[in-house]
């Protein structure tokens, strides 16, 4: 069975931290293959905030949390992390993760993955 599975969310105050958690499964990782976080918060569109691609690690971080948060990969366990620190309240949104079991490489588009998870809630209040 194929499974993208977020887990981690939560509610926080400004300023805190959460780590969101990816577990993948089920499918081949191919050469190139990435990771991504989207996030969408209500009335606006999914956005794209990080990835993380093989075979080299690369990572990218979107401007709006570039310092704040970090993306990192645990292969033995096929598992994704993003670690959220510094909290403001316009981070709230869902987050999702996406997976590609198609060669994509560097990209937060939405076209190039896949496989997508049902999503964490993250809630930061002020």
């Known amino acids: 069975e194929v499974l993208v599975a977020e887990s981690g969310g939560g509610s926080v105050q400004a300023g805190g931290s959460l780590r969101l958690s990816c577990a993948t499964s089920g499918f081949t990782y191919v050469d190139d293959w990435s990771v991504a ?8 569109e999914r956005e794209g905030i990080s990835c ?6 690369r990572t990218y ?12 990969t645990d292969n033995a366990k096929r598992t994704v992390y993003l ?3 510094s909290l403001k309240p316009e981070d709230t949104a869902v987050y999702y993760c996406a997976a590609a079991t198609k060669p994509t490489y560097y990209t937060t588009a939405r076209d190039g993955y896949d496989l997508w998870g049902q999503g964490t809630q993250v809630t930061v209040s002020s």
């Open 61 to 72: 971080l979107a401007d709006s949390v570039q310092g704040r948060f970090a993306i990192s």
């Open 37 to 44: 976080w989207f996030r969408q918060a209500p009335g606006k």
């Open 83 to 85: 670690q959220m620190n």
């Open 52 to 57: 993380i691609s093989r075979p080299d690690g």
